[in-house]
């Protein structure tokens, strides 16, 4: 079954309105639109038919808002090989129909049905199995898992051949559903955690119930798991989750042992062994001992969330200078799963929007180390908390304020935490790609706020960096508070470089109302600069020429000195 966050894709603006119904179905779906076509949407694509085929061989589920035969011929050349594939659905641009089309196992009539009562229209569901019981036997719902796909395809042809069947084991999802139920069927759907071959009439379906208490000391940890599972006779599909003691809860092997088998891991006090461990988290369970392991196994599926805590996590992330584009995947993915949001409110809305469940604690730019303390207290108690800045966070950033207060701290549970800088495209960077390359060659990031350092070394550092001729990137360069100071950089500056040397001013790079400008060391004044500013100073061998489009191209050669030959 597919769970990623789907993707829903719009053609035209007409579509928008009905889209963002759909979003709050699945507030975590982005609104991709036809770059020229879709103003609004929450990121743009150039191309329907690439944009279409990449998020299918993504995996990623798709709703689109346009023909089902657009869809259908877009995807026709990757259908042969019909392997698990997303689901995909086609929805009518003003809402009126929901038209599944691909993706029975991946839970498609599922969304779609989600998507037609929120648009209060019916899905148009044409799997017959499913028409004539109501529910896909093939495709349970979360927390229970088919034992065999091929094997199920069978009893389903069964079923509608007029078969009837008899429920063995607790399935409270079929009680609506509308099965030929006879208590004598020869058929049966079997529901339990018990690892064994399905007899020719039986649908054998796992419920994920049972949790395995693990110590980290354990060699080759996903075998002897693995091991003990078979021992005990319990399904490996019924594995919901590893239990560990929270001592143990930065260890890689437990983090490892977890990812290979697919299921999450939480932690509780550590006890006197692992089955007082496995009884101490589920006290309702049945507990075994297998293979040095304590295997605990309940009825129903379990509610891992409710078990125990989980590690912490505190993730440091970049947004870029603003545009949706330019922030890297891993980031979207990080503000997709946190629960916590921390930052200057500026960039927490920018980072947004988030879902109802999704906390945002908004502060003021200047408490930097409050809020990395802030952070550290929540990751602890098992949040999965993001603390946002702009650009990259390494870069006069957050990503230093975090890792000084961890430093200063002696509290093993700051230290288990789940830490991850997650980088961005610095406002340099973002600003030189738009001029061209002014940063192509050796240069100098500095930041001209005296803030946090007396400005006896920002001179001396402008000064010999200057001298040493390196293209220069001044952050932070001017403000309310600090008035004087860049016109006093540039002097120094101006000491070592011609007064035609190349500047390039980017003021809100990829945000709305963005402007860049090229002009030269000796027109440049502090009045043309504040703080949402980026000030790039080129060195002796930056140049620039007309662009045909008006404007200039700035550029600082790779080569220095002798032009090499080519
Ligand atoms: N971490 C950020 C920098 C924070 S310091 C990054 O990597 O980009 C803040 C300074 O960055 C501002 O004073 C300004 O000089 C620069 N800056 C940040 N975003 C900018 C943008 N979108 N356009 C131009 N300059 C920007």
Redesign the pocket.
């Known amino acids: 079954m597919t769970k990623s966050t789907p993707a829903i894709v719009i053609l035209g603006q007409s579509a928008l309105s009905t889209a963002r119904r759909i979003q709050q179905v699945y507030p975590a779906a982005q609104i991709h639109g036809l770059a020229g076509r879709v103003e609004g949407a929450d990121c743009s694509y150039q191309e329907f038919g690439a944009t279409l085929r990449a998020l299918y061989q993504q995996d990623t589920p798709i709703i689109a808002l346009c023909a089902a035969g657009i869809v259908i011929r877009t995807l026709a050349p990757l259908l042969i090989e019909k392997g698990a594939e997303p689901a995909v659905l086609a929805v009518a641009e003003d809402g009126s129909t929901v038209v599944p089309l691909l993706g029975g196992l991946g839970g498609v009539n599922v969304m779609a049905r989600k998507i037609a009562d929120a648009l209060q229209v019916s899905a148009a569901i044409t799997t017959s199995g499913e028409l004539r019981f109501g529910t896909c036997l093939l495709n349970p719902p979360s927390g229970y898992a088919l034992a065999d796909l091929e094997q199920g395809k069978r009893f389903v042809s069964d079923l509608l051949a007029g078969h009837s069947v008899r429920i063995d084991g607790a399935a409270p999802w079929l009680d609506q559903a509308q099965l030929p139920e006879d208590p004598q069927a020869q058929h049966s759907i079997h529901v339990s955690s018990a690892e064994r071959e399905a007899s020719a009439n039986e649908l054998l379906i796992h419920p994920r119930s049972v949790a395995v208490a693990v110590s980290a000391d354990v060699a080759d940890l996903s075998s002897a798991i693995r091991t003990a599972l078979q021992q005990t006779k319990v399904a490996q599909q019924s594995l919901a989750c590893l239990l560990a003691a929270d001592h143990e809860m930065a260890s890689a092997s437990l983090r490892e042992a977890a990812l290979e088998l697919g299921v999450a891991l939480r932690f509780v006090a550590a006890q006197s062994d692992l089955e007082a461990l496995a009884t101490v988290a589920m006290p309702a369970a049945k507990v075994v001992r297998a293979n040095g392991l304590a295997i605990a196994i309940a009825e129903l599926p379990l509610d891992v969330a409710s078990i125990g805590r989980p590690r912490g996590r505190l993730a440091v992330i970049?947004l870029g200078?603003?545009a949706a584009e330019l922030m890297v995947p891993a980031v979207k993915a990080e503000l997709a799963r946190c629960t916590d949001v921390l930052g200057y409110e500026t960039y927490v809305r920018m980072a947004g929007p988030f879902r109802d469940d999704q906390v945002q604690h908004c502060t003021d730019n200047r408490e930097e180390m409050q809020r990395a303390r802030h952070a550290f207290r929540l990751a602890a108690e098992g949040r999965s908390v993001i603390v946002v800045?702009?650009?990259?966070?390494g870069?006069?950033?957050m990503a230093a304020a975090v890792l000084e207060a961890l430093h200063e701290s002696d509290d093993p549970a700051w230290h288990s935490v789940d830490l991850e800088i997650l980088p961005?495209v610095?406002?340099s960077l973002?600003?030189a790609a738009q001029a061209g390359a002014p940063l192509g060659h050796d240069f100098c990031v500095m930041?001209l706020s005296d803030n946090l350092k007396p400005w006896s070394i920002i001179e001396k550092r402008l000064d010999l960096a200057a001298e040493a001729d390196l293209a220069l990137a001044f952050?932070?360069?001017i403000s309310r508070a600090r008035p004087w100071q860049l016109g006093r950089a540039l002097e120094i500056v101006a000491q070592h470089r011609r007064p035609e040397t190349p500047v390039v001013l980017?003021?809100?790079?990829?945000?709305p109302g963005q402007t860049l400008r090229t002009t030269t060391l000796g027109a440049l004044t502090p009045d043309q600069v504040d703080?949402?500013?980026?000030v790039l100073i080129g060195s002796s061998t930056t140049c620039t020429f007309p662009r045909v489009t008006g404007g200039d191209w700035v550029y600082t050669p790779r080569w220095y000195g002798e032009r090499p030959a080519s």
């Open positions: 970049g200078p603003g800045s702009s650009g990259d966070p870069v006069f950033a961005g610095s406002a973002a600003t930041s952050y932070n360069p980017g003021r809100d790079i990829g945000r703080m949402r500013t980026m």
